[in-house]
């Protein structure tokens, strides 16, 4: 076990791996939508942290090599498996689930709950 600044690097590294679901390239392509944006903007006018931020620094974690990752790396990887918890915890909405400000932000944060569902 890999522990710094009180992090458990393994822990959330596997955690990591298992909550983020979207590629490098679909996150990409999901920060340039108007869903993604219009979701930011829920998030600040509720005085919260964005996900675009949270957005560019998980591309930037998966085009990383592990050995490379720094503290910086492993505490926003943190905050992004304790954000995924916690909002599907929440659970979403019984309806129109596909487009909701629920899914869109988890999708801010590299989850997309719907890939969860299909087989």
């Not at 916690?86 to 899914?103: D, I, M, V």
Request: with cysteine; glycine share 10%; proline share 2%.
């Amino acid at each position: 076990m890999t522990k710094r600044q009180g992090i458990d690097r393994e822990q959330v590294w596997k955690e990591f791996g298992e909550v983020v679901n979207m590629t490098a390239s679909a996150l990409n392509d999901w920060l340039g939508t108007e869903e993604s944006r219009q979701a930011d903007r829920m998030e600040e006018s509720r005085g919260k942290a964005t996900g675009h931020d949270a957005c560019r620094g998980i591309v930037q974690v998966l085009h990383k090599k592990k050995t490379n990752l720094t503290d910086d790396d492993y505490a926003l990887m943190q905050k992004v498996v304790g954000y995924v918890h916690h909002h599907l915890a929440q659970g979403g909405p019984e309806q129109g689930k596909e487009h909701s400000a629920w899914r869109h932000s988890l999708m801010n944060r590299g989850h997309d709950p719907m890939l969860a569902y299909r087989s």
